[in-house]
């Protein structure tokens, strides 16, 4: 009675807070008195972001992985890695769409919120702009793209506002009205053909129509077969290393560089069922495609890559015989990797962040100002 009470208060001061910080931030007061000034973090070598989201992924899931394959992962040679600290604004364990919006906007928001303040959760007055919509304004080119359905609760967090995960077509709407170039992943059965078409996207629903895309394009896909357990790519339907590829070939084409956000949804999935060889595979996979990312950036040279998870899913724990397990079916509060190569701005080796700082980093060291992402930059806290 007491802890829930307390929770009840707890809850209660974090909306009050949400209501004095998201107003706050409109008009520029209560600047927090260790903000940075954003030109502090500016990287004028990186012109291109790929940001990729391994959901559900935190530390125990690497460490699984490696040691039941017998192989060594990509993610470990970052040589820039911490952490983030994943709740919600009402939760200590947050769902992915509070998840997302606290990547793609700088703004903790209510679990199931998408892009949205709690205040006005409908966006009767205002909502976070996320960085998606940031660097397209500015000319950047831009992609989603993800092995869940488009109109999943990551992908929709970079390019929807919704007061609900579920309201489909809410999102899709706003996905179809973006400036976005690029958004790809599983159908939803509602995103048609039609409104890609009015709204200047080719529809293309197979591995050899993404192929056969080029640079100046828009395109949304909505591939039909199952990307959630697809392993191997076939005719029809590519991998989210086949998309990863594909997609920054068509949008390495302007000056003005571009911004991509991969997730590889799987692991989540797989953790949820605690299905130990598919979620494995999961972070294989997602590896392979941050690999194929890496070496991207390394070739570019100005090119910004940003590993992390919205949340940890599974509860993975280390035995006392040495080996990993799951103790959860569902999502939990750990701390998740960050792990980031082209630029030191986003992240101090060995530090955590909050999660909601890791887009304003980003943002910033794109040489966007406060006024473009008007949210206050902390100091890393220890590890
Ligand atoms: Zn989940």
Redesign the pocket.
């Known amino acids: 009675m007491v802890s829930s009470l307390a929770s009840v208060w707890q809850e209660i001061a974090a909306l009050f807070m949400s209501i004095i910080m998201s107003f706050g931030s409109l008009f520029g007061v209560f600047a927090p008195s260790d903000t940075k000034n954003p030109e502090n973090f500016v990287d004028s070598e990186i012109k291109n972001v790929i940001f990729l989201i391994g ?2 992924m935190g530390f125990n899931h690497l460490e699984k992985t490696k040691q039941e394959h017998n192989i060594s992962l990509t993610m470990d040679t970052f040589d820039i890695r911490g952490a983030s600290m994943t709740r919600s604004l009402t939760n200590a364990v947050t ?2 769409a509070a998840g997302g919006t606290a990547l793609s906007t700088g703004e903790r928001t209510y679990n199931g919120g998408i892009g949205v303040y709690m205040f006005d959760p409908l966006c009767e007055f205002s909502y976070p702009k996320n960085i998606t919509e940031l660097c397209a304004e500015r000319g950047m080119m831009t992609g989603v793209i993800t092995t869940d359905e488009t109109s999943g609760a990551t992908p929709a967090s970079f390019s929807a506002h919704a007061a609900d995960r579920g309201d489909t077509m809410d999102i899709t709407n706003d996905q179809m009205a973006s400036d976005i170039d690029i958004i790809w992943g599983l159908t939803n059965d509602v995103a048609t053909k039609r409104a890609a078409k009015e709204n200047g996207f080719e529809f293309i629903t197979t591995y050899d129509q993404m192929m056969a895309l080029e640079e100046g394009s828009r395109s949304f896909a909505q591939f039909t077969n199952n990307l959630w357990t697809l392993e191997q790519s076939d005719e029809n339907t590519p991998t989210l290393e086949q998309m990863t590829a594909k997609a920054i070939d068509l949008l390495d084409d302007t000056d003005e560089g571009f911004f991509l956000m991969v997730e590889g949804a799987h692991i ?2 797989h ?2 069922s605690n299905d130990d060889a598919s979620m494995t595979e999961a972070v294989e996979e997602f590896d392979r495609t941050i690999q194929l990312a890496l070496e991207y950036a390394k070739n570019d040279g100005e090119t910004l890559v940003v590993v992390t998870a919205d ?1 940890e ?1 599974g509860a993975i724990v280390l035995n006392a015989d040495g080996t990993y397990s799951f103790t959860s079916g ?2 939990s509060d750990a701390n998740v990797p960050v792990l980031v190569y082209g630029s030191s701005k986003v992240i101090n080796a060995g530090k955590i962040l909050n999660n909601y700082e890791i887009p304003i980093r980003i943002a910033y060291v794109l040489g966007f100002t406060e006024e473009q992402f008007p949210y206050e930059v902390m100091v890393d806290s220890a590890a």
Do not use: E, L
Request: charged share 35%; no cysteine.
């Open positions: 959901d559900g769902d992915s989540d999935k953790s949820h949340h899913t569902s999502h």
